[in-house]
């Protein structure tokens, strides 16, 4: 099992930027993907985006490509998403998620993903 624990939200203007880390811990060796999905109230989770923590190939959903960014240092188990320019309709619950995956493909589906943080809650203020 890893334990994932998520770090950074807030409140940030519309056409800011915010920086949320997730921090793993546990048996990380055996996840390959990690990613953010994101819940608003009265929506359901979706994918934000991934990485393979081996060789770095990266996938993000359409209404943030661009503008938001996933990397990740191995070395600390910390995945990172960079929000550039975020929009009012980026307001939710951030959460980090962890998993296996076979192939080159970083999965988007939830069911892709074992573990699961806390959530950070992200307000984009107008």
């Known amino acids: 099992q890893v334990q994932l624990v998520e770090s950074g939200g807030g409140l940030v203007q519309a056409g800011g930027s915010l920086r949320l880390s997730c921090a793993a811990s546990g048996r990380t060796f055996s996840r390959n993907v990690m990613g953010w999905f994101r819940q608003a109230p009265g929506r359901e989770r979706e994918f934000v985006a991934g990485?393979?923590?081996?060789?770095?190939?990266?996938n993000y959903a359409a209404s943030v490509k661009g503008r938001f960014t996933i990397s990740r240092d191995n070395a600390k188990n910390t995945v990172y998403l960079q929000m550039n320019n975020p929009k009012l309709e980026d307001t939710a619950v951030y959460y980090c998620a962890a998993g296996f995956a076979f192939g080159e493909v970083v999965p988007g589906s939830p069911s892709a993903y074992n573990d699961w943080g806390q959530g950070t809650q992200v307000t984009v203020s107008s």
């Open positions: 990485i393979r923590r081996n060789i770095g190939s990266t």
